[in-house]
DNA sequence: CCGTATCCTACGGGATACTG
DNA sequence: CAGTATCCCGTAGGATACGG
């Protein structure tokens, strides 16, 4: 019997809320590069609003997938880092970038021909 | 160097959104059991409205997913089943349960570590 | 520099009623 | 049975201004 994927506080569902977050998965594969201050999370990931990145953060934090470390002095210097855990996480979507990757083409290829399918018909 | 994750049309990106999305998931896993009619995909996922259903059913169909066969009796019946691809990605599913499985444990005592910590500063 | 606080809007998606 | 069509609401999250 699979674990129950259907009820929404099963683990599987709150992984996937996690991966399902753009701004989570973006701060992570970041972050795998190396530590980074919260400016620099900010630069680098375009686009992202300062609201978003705290909460962003601090849920991960939370979670226990990256570490925040704030030094003591002026001006303020935080730095973010992945924890082991955090890794073991981007390991996985690394594995998703990989079928991406490998199956996009295919994906590419079936709307495509669905497309002109369904335009065919709404055509005639 | 990595596939840009930074831009919003990359493949990873899609196939993020994919898995983000918590009804496409929920068919994947329900269809990786067997072949479903319309009404037995509703039945099964809980909680589905018939929008939300025939929305995620034409963007899995339209990705290459999932094939949708009619039968042309009345009643009418349609039947939904996985393709090799959708298969593909059922597995990468699996990988993700899997994970869960493994580390949820870790994520819920770094959650109530956290939340304790929390919770003694504002209270002081 | 590293965030919070506030306001505001778009839109995802639920409920429901109806049709081929 | 297998969907569409319509209405409607909550809220995620963007923009912005300010605080320690």
């Given at each position: 019997m699979q674990p129950?994927?259907?009820e929404?506080?099963?683990?599987s569902r709150q992984l996937l809320d996690?991966?399902?977050d753009t701004w989570s998965?973006?701060?992570v594969v970041t972050l795998a590069e190396g530590i980074h201050r919260y400016t620099e999370l900010a630069k680098r990931i375009e686009g992202v609003s300062p609201k978003m990145l705290t909460q962003t953060l601090r849920g991960l934090e939370r979670d226990g997938l990256i570490t925040r470390t704030?030094?003591?002095v002026v001006p303020p210097r935080v730095d973010y880092a992945l924890t082991e855990l955090g890794h073991s996480l981007y390991a996985l979507v690394e594995g998703l970038e990989k079928w991406a990757e490998t199956h996009i083409e295919?994906?590419?290829a079936a709307r495509a021909a669905y497309d002109a399918t369904v335009q065919a018909y709404s055509a005639k």
């Open positions: 129950n994927v259907y929404a506080n099963c683990p996690r991966i399902g998965v973006l701060v704030v030094h003591p295919d994906v590419q």
